[in-house]
T-cell receptor, first 113, second 114 residues
Framework: DAEITQSPRHKITETGRQVTLACHQT?????MFWYRQDLGHGLRLIHY???????NKGEVSDGYSVSRSNTEDLPLTLESAASSQTSVYFC????????????FGPGTRLTVL | DAKTTQPNSMESNEEEPVHLPCNHS???????IHWYRQLPSQGPEYVIH???SNVNNRMASLAIAEDRKSSTLILHRATLRDAAVYYC???????????????FGTGTRLTIIP
């Protein structure tokens, strides 16, 4: 069965370190998204991609970057981790249709000390 | 993006129907109404969506007001597994790049009472 996976599921890092969160989908979807969710809040969009070599900034993109070298993967990089980036991160993917649903991964819980 | 308003929380008894309201008075004619839910410690999952007509699927029903300024997600017979945060989201329906992303609010936390 097609799926979307994230790794690691949990990570603890230190302030200033570079961290990369992996997202891999086997749906062959063109669209991929990264969200973060903080306690008591809904999901906020960080970056998104509509295809290979395409990347776009979401509403909370500062301090994050993504690259899309193939259809299946959209890694999220925190260039220099900050305590404010402690959060749960969700990756999602969808078809490129007008009303298509997004499929979400299980999330990565990141703690920056 | 057009905004939605939902109650922060609701409670319902197990095995009874649940009606989750959503107001979206600034909806445009091409906005789709999407519902997602997020179970504890999981990523969101799609529930249902519609444009103008009421919709049914295996999970729920979506009732859309005639003026489209509000909608109601209906769980016909709530179970304990339906306890989750439910998000009502408007998604622009114009078939161009830039409209696939979702804007989540804070949703409604649904508690099911055994």
């Amino acid at each position: 069965d097609a799926e979307i996976t994230q790794s690691p599921r949990h990570k603890i890092t230190e302030t200033g370190r570079q961290v990369t969160l992996a997202c891999h989908q086997t749906w062959n979807h063109n669209n991929m998204f990264w969200y973060r969710q903080d306690l008591g809040h809904g999901l906020r969009l960080i970056h998104y991609s509509y295809g290979v070599h395409d990347t776009n900034k979401g509403e909370v993109s500062d301090g994050y970057s993504v690259s899309r070298s193939n259809t299946e993967d959209l890694p999220l990089t925190l260039e220099s981790a900050a305590s404010s980036q402690t959060s749960v991160y969700f990756c999602a993917s969808s078809e490129q249709r007008e009303d298509d649903e997004q499929f979400f991964g299980p999330g990565t819980r990141l703690t920056v000390l | 993006d057009a905004k939605t308003t939902q109650p922060n929380s609701m409670e319902s008894n197990e095995e009874e129907p649940v009606h989750l309201p959503c107001n979206h008075s600034t909806i445009s004619g091409t906005d789709y109404i999407h519902w997602y839910r997020q179970l504890p410690s999981q990523g969101p999952e799609y529930v249902i969506h519609g444009l103008t007509s009421n919709v049914n699927n295996r999970m729920a029903s979506l009732a859309i007001a005639e003026d489209r300024k509000s909608s109601t997600l209906i769980l016909h017979r709530a179970t304990l597994r339906d306890a989750a945060v439910y998000y009502c989201i408007l998604r622009p329906g114009i078939s161009n790049f830039g409209n696939e992303k979702l804007t989540f609010g804070t949703g409604t936390r649904l508690t099911i009472i055994p």
